[in-house]
């Protein structure tokens, strides 16, 4: 656990940015030999199904108890520290 509070000395640091560097530019190199069109999506629709405007505490009663696996009439049943 020594290498959590290794300082870095500048030079090291120059290293690691010199290194960050190419590894951007290496990056950027090989993104601009790519050739082709691409699409953003393969599924198209002629009218979108997405309801971006809805904050979360509009989520119906109903969607939730839904989704929850565990539950009784008026309660979601959530166990604790389940991992």
Known sequence: MDFLYH???EK???AIRKQVNEIIESFSKKLSEIKGEFKESAIEREECTRN???KP???SREIMFNNA???NEDF???EKKKW
Do not use: L, S, T
Request: glycine fraction near 6%; avoid cysteine; charge should be negative.
């Open 76 to 78: 979601i049943i959530a």
């Open 57 to 59: 505490a509009e989520i």
């Open 69 to 71: 696996p565990d539950k």
């Open 52 to 54: 971006e405007g809805r």
């Open 12 to 14: 090291e640091r120059e």
């Open 7 to 9: 300082q870095i000395d």
